[in-house]
């Protein structure tokens, strides 16, 4: 546990990095950015609104063959039949002939070179078929041949804005969105790292939203959208994994060897985007896909290693959703390259699989920049979207390569995914986010503790929160730093969870305006900080500050009820002894009479007092115990010192005073002795009282302890401290009382009342 002295929380803040701050120009920049997000969606959505589709449905049966369903009325006979292709003119047989592979949303995803050049030979003759004619036609008509029946006459109509349908409307919500943090992190903190990120956000949002839109273009595919698809999205792809790799090394602290590093990510990167433009030439697909994945582990290993050498809770949650990311794009690339046996299921993972990854990696990014304050929900989105590509990948793999039927296969595949679900579920939403160690009953018993150590000494109010706090979170360091300025909240979040603020502001001990405790790493670096731990934290200070005041209360109440005795003692019995000590029949009984009044000054004094200084006090119980010890003919030698010179509450000097009286009580009546020694000294907060006397009394081991020596255990205990006797040598008994530390405020010589005065 790192405990280092008083810092500045600007050091501290500095050392985590500081959350997004924007301001002034800057919030304007973020509202003018998503305006602009908002208005490319609009257009966007316009212009797949005028994209062309058909009046029926076409599907993939499991063998291959594209079907039609959801026809009109009018054509109806249609569903369920077979479609061979299309004509734009009627022909005996269709111009252009159609199989699965023309349903697919993007050559990127299929894995053979012959089978992209089936593709894109279809896609780009659909495409010409259904091009206009001329610059004043406005209704396109073509032909389509079903398996049985004659063709039919049918008009490519707009889809229309109810035709893009729901789920291109939640895609885009999610892309705004990843597109705006990325924003909002650049303009908050423009560094080379906040750069990356921003880029890391923006490609995949990019990504995101064209993998939406070809999903919606279906058939309807423009040459120009056929020619930049897979440009645009192994372009995405590359510029995520470069981003992604320049984050993963300065983020969140910087790695060693990154020279070394970058050279080899460089030249990994490299064979990437020259394995990608190979397979658009008809290369293989596997290449850059194994190097894509490759990089991502690499990541990982970095990580993992650099989380060896130096815990930190979010390069551990980086490693899990990299992890996690690395294998359901492996699943999906051998689904996708083994599971062609079932057209269907292929052609659905490809569409929707693929997109569905996407959506978890993006949700990921979004939610990295404000991880400790994520809502459940959305972390619950992520999980959900990886959970089901593994099912879809599964369900492919179980198809195709063991050739199980559909309902085992599906069962199967559905149990697996929501077994990895709960698996991750249970280990990062509830291990790394929240969680504490202690069980309730330990911590109520523990809060309870140090409430009832923060009424008996209101002044450890600051040790007992940094204990209960230390035992609570477990932090790798624990730092005092000062508040430059008033706190607007108690506790807080800064460094994305890494560090836990308590802001102390009325606990000043040495000199600050306040004075803040700064928590980082919980659980030594294993999870980060949530606004969980922010309510529990808050209710721990609530409650011991609860505990303060209330003792503060009953103190202000027992003094003033001290007040009220002292003076009626004063008032009352001082007057009374008075009298007494005026009629006295003879000297001896004058002078006890005396000896009284001052001993009920002394002790009103005291009870009028909410304080005292200990050179005050000292000279009092001096005083006070020469009057005693003198009467009896006793000798009596005295001794105090102190490093510092303290105010003593109304516990301690009272404490102090009766302790004093009973052991000099002790040394005349039952010892008989005829010299006692005081020796009180008080260096580097320990406080020590040493009376011996050379009376008769010897073996104090075998004492009963009756009222007299057990009080003066229970006001010992009291102080917090401790108490011995001993025979003293040649004869005679020596009692030492100490206090460590003894918890005292000091003197203010310019604001501390005259004890005594009436």
Known sequence: MNTTPLRSLDDVLEAVGRMPSLAGWRWRAVAVWTLLLLASVLLQGWWLSEQW?????????????????????????????????????????????????????????????????????????LAELTAPTGPHEQDVYVWIYPEQGAPERVLLSPMGWWGIGGLHAVISVLAVALACVGGLVWLSTPTPLSAAQAVLALSMAAGLSWASCGLVLGLATPPDWLMLDPVMRWGTELLSVAALGYAVLH????????????????????????????????????????????????????????????????????????????????????????????????????????????????????????????????????????????????????????????????????????????????????????????????????????????????????????????????????????????????????????VLLVNLPHADREGASGRSLVLRHAQHGQRLFTTRDVRLAQYIVRQLEQASRLDAALEQGRSEERLRIAQDLHDDIGARLLTLMYQAPNPDIEDYIRHTIQDLKTLTRGLAASSHALSDAASEWKRDLSHRIDAAGCQLSWHASWDEDVLLSMVQWSALTRILRELVSNALGHAQASHIQVQLQLNDNTMVLRVSDNGRGRAPDTWSHGLGLGGIRKRVKQLGGSVKWSENVPCGIVCEVHVHPFMAATVDTDSLPPIGSD
């Open 53 to 125: 589709r058909l009046p029926v449905t076409v599907r993939v049966s499991p063998d291959g063959a594209l079907t039609m369903h959801d026809a009109p009325q009018e054509l109806s006979h249609l569903n369920g039949q077979a479609l061979l292709g299309v004509s734009r003119q009627l022909e005996p047989n269709p111009a252009l002939r159609l199989n699965a592979w023309a349903l697919y949303p993007s050559e990127r995803w299929i894995t053979e070179p012959a089978d992209r050049a089936q593709f894109k030979a279809q896609r780009t003759a």
């Open 251 to 498: 983020y969140p602290t910087p790695l060693g060897g990154r020279v070394m590093t970058v050279l080899m990510g460089a030249g990994l990167l490299l064979v990437a985007a020259a394995g990608g433009v190979w397979s658009l030439q008809g290369g293989p697909w596997w290449l850059p896909q194994a190097t894509m994945v490759g990089l991502i582990l690499a990541m990982v290993a970095l990580m993992r290693r650099a989380q060896r050498q130096q815990a930190h809770p979010v390069r551990r949650v980086l490693i899990l959703f990299l992890s996690v990311s690395a294998l359901a794009i492996t699943l999906i690339s051998v689904a996708l390259a083994f599971g062609q046996a079932r057209a269907d299921l292929h052609l659905a993972l490809a569409r929707y699989g693929v997109v569905a990854w996407q959506a978890f990696a993006a949700s990921l990014v979004l939610t990295m920049p404000f991880l400790a304050r994520t809502r459940s929900v959305f972390q619950e989105f992520s999980w959900l979207a990886v959970s089901s590509t593994v099912a879809a990948s599964l369900d492919l793999l179980f198809v195709a390569v063991f050739s199980l039927g559909l309902f085992t296969s599906m069962t199967l595949s559905l149990f697996l995914a929501f077994g990895v679900y709960l698996c991750l579920r249970r280990s990062l939403l509830h291990q790394l986010p929240a969680g504490h160690h202690l069980s309730r009953e330990h911590l109520f018993e523990r809060l309870y503790g140090a409430a009832r150590q923060v009424e008996r000494r209101p002044d450890s109010l600051t040790d007992a929160v940094r204990t209960l706090l230390r035992e609570v979170f477990e932090p790798m360091e624990l730092h005092w730093a000062a508040l430059p300025a008033a706190p607007q909240e108690v506790v807080s979040l800064k460094g994305q969870g890494t």
